[in-house]
């Protein structure tokens, strides 16, 4: 952990950073708020490979449980930044009693929160990235490969 310390007026206050605990990326056909996964008790994980049909929309999410102050969240396609063309989500939820107070945050990036996220062929086998930054403490990265496969085309064929 990091603290960062600050006096004034005599008074000293302390602010702890604390590293991120999980990353995760999610992929999914239609957008989802929360996590089924963790109201089930079972940690979520990024896959090793996901899969997009050429011009068709996914909802792709970065998640980052933990970390204070919350994190910093950018996605990438290779190296190509989506950050600016997502949604960030912060939330900071308390537990315990006075004195005994933790402090957890939930972070989350979504990409294609209007629409979706739509890749094309030329994206096939390029990584899905996911970096999540506390100031001070070293960065959490979690990545995934993309299959981009093609559209199904119909031919009808006429014989007179």
């Known amino acids: 952990m990091h603290s960062i310390g600050q006096t ?7 602010t702890v950073a604390a590293p991120v605990r999980q990353i995760y990326l999610t992929v999914e056909d239609t957008p989802r708020m929360d996590d089924k996964e963790l109201r089930e008790g079972r940690s979520p994980t990024t896959p090793g490979r996901v899969r ?3 011009g068709r929309a996914r909802y792709v999410r970065c998640v980052a449980v933990g970390g204070y102050p919350a994190p910093s969240l950018h996605l990438y396609v290779n190296e190509r930044d989506l950050t600016a ?6 939330e900071l939820s308390k537990n315990g009693q006075p004195g ?4 957890l945050t939930r972070t989350e990036r979504r990409a294609g929160s209007s629409g979706g996220l739509v890749l094309s062929v030329d994206d096939d086998g390029s990584r899905l990235r996911c970096v999540s930054a506390v100031p001070g403490l070293v960065s959490n990265i979690t ?11 119909v031919h009808l064929l006429f014989v007179l």
């Open 100 to 103: 005994l107070m933790m402090l």
């Open 85 to 90: 063309s997502t949604r960030l989500v912060a």
């Open 143 to 153: 990545e995934t490969i993309i299959d981009v496969h093609c559209k199904r085309r």
């Open 52 to 54: 997009f049909v050429d």
């Open 8 to 14: 004034i007026k005599g008074l000293t206050s302390l």
